[in-house]
């Protein structure tokens, strides 16, 4: 099955990357800037966005959690528009913690429902990483409504630019 052998093939590839890493005190940093004690799977599941709930757990979610059992350390990257995918990837119990990219040019934004999932991943024991554009309002509800343990943020305002005609 294909699906097997890129998961072989990405397993073999991470731990090749994982011995060329080099260590930041006595552990490593994640593509996503986030420190590990130990080797860390940065892991992306960007394509399953086109995928039905169903269809991700029936058919590649297997492959995922044999990925992630792989490394004592996993991150796993997701799309805001993949957020139908959640429930599945919160019951990965060898996954550390979810990053949650927001697609905010792609879905109206919903900051009740975003703070809802957000909420869901740290019930379900993972460290959260959200990274996207916010407001300075957006990021302050998630600080506030959000358990700082185990919580990152990556953020950036939307900055105001001038179109010139002449």
């Known amino acids: 099955m294909l699906a097997q052998r ?7 590839v991470a731990r090749w ?9 006595d552990g490593v940093v994640s593509c996503w800037k986030l420190f ?14 086109l995928f039905s709930a169903a269809t991700y757990r029936e058919h590649f979610s297997r492959f995922d959690r044999r990925a992630l059992e792989a490394f004592p350390f996993t991150l796993i990257h997701l799309h805001s528009v993949g957020l139908q995918h959640l429930e599945t990837v919160c019951e990965l119990e060898v996954l550390n913690t979810i990053e949650i990219s927001l697609d905010r ?3 109206p934004w919903d900051l009740p429902a975003m703070l809802s999932h957000f909420r869901h991943i740290q019930e379900s024991g993972k ?3 959200i990274s996207g554009e916010l407001s300075a309002k957006d990021y302050q509800v998630f600080v506030e409504k959000l358990n700082p343990a ?8 939307k900055s105001m630019t001038q179109v010139l005609t002449i």
């Open 36 to 49: 590990a004690p130990g080797p860390v799977l940065d892991y992306q599941i960007d394509a399953s966005s």
């Open 17 to 25: 990357e994982q011995m060329r890493r080099p260590l930041w005190q």
């Open 150 to 157: 185990g919580l990152a943020i990556e953020y950036w305002e």
């Open 127 to 129: 460290s959260l990483l």
């Open 6 to 12: 890129m998961t072989d093939l990405h397993m073999a």
């Open 105 to 107: 040019e792609a879905i």
